[in-house]
């Protein structure tokens, strides 16, 4: 008799670096959040893809919560000053494979099922966001004093036979010491909520695959 054999799964090209490593290899705060889903990385990554982002604070209160505490300091910041806030509300779906080449937050590379990654460039420290339109091609050379750089990962690895590890790491770099000391106070107070919004996308994702 012989014995029945299967073929072992796919794996990610683990020996490869990522893209983030080469958007962003330096940086001054990082944040990564995992979770193991029961389902395959290909549909796991359908649903990093098509998960709608506008939807999550909606679902998940504690997110409602620190967007509308957000809103409110902007709101504030900006009275103080003398001038009208912006409108901060999203006029439509986000979803991160629809995410354009040309805006604020752009997408720059789409690796089914392994790797995702998108990100921004503004200022976004002192009460005030501002989104700097660009390239995405432009990202990894973007070197203007006065504001910060934005890349994130949403990356996939074979767990088991049957689950997938979700790896979501954001990794911020300041353009000049001025921005960078500005930035690392801001960071030490929101880097929790920031945590916790990374949590309900993974979760989000879980969701969405079932």
């Keep these: 008799m012989t014995a029945a054999t299967t073929s072992p799964p796919a794996v990610a090209p683990s020996h ?3 893209m983030l490593d080469w958007l962003l290899p ?10 193991v889903i029961d389902a395959d990385p290909a549909s796991v990554y359908r649903a990093v893809a098509t998960v709608d982002m506008v939807e999550i604070p909606q679902a998940y209160p ?12 902007e709101h504030l910041a900006h009275a103080l000053l003398g001038r009208p806030a912006p409108t901060l509300e999203p006029d439509g779906p986000m979803r991160l494979g629809d995410l354009p080449a040309r805006g604020d937050w752009v997408k720059f590379s789409d690796d089914p099922p392994w790797e995702l990654t998108f990100g921004v460039i503004g200022r976004f420290w002192g009460g005030e966001t501002v ?3 660009i390239d995405a091609a432009d990202f990894a050379e973007f070197e203007r004093p006065g504001f910060a750089k934005i890349a994130c990962s949403v ?10 590890l979700v790896s979501y790491e954001a ?6 010491a001025d921005s960078r000391a500005h930035f690392l106070r801001y960071w030490r107070v929101v880097r929790p909520c920031v945590a916790i919004v990374m949590r309900a ?6 969701k969405e695959v079932r």
């Design 16 to 18: 490869e670096p990522m």
């Design 26 to 35: 330096e940086f001054d705060a990082t944040l990564a959040e995992h979770r």
């Design 62 to 73: 504690a997110v409602r919560a620190l967007f509308a505490a957000r809103g409110a300091a």
């Design 131 to 133: 989104w700097e339109t």
């Design 155 to 164: 990356s996939l690895r074979p767990y088991g036979s049957t689950r997938t």
């Design 171 to 176: 990794r911020t770099q300041a353009l000049d």
């Design 201 to 206: 996308f993974l979760a989000a994702v879980a």
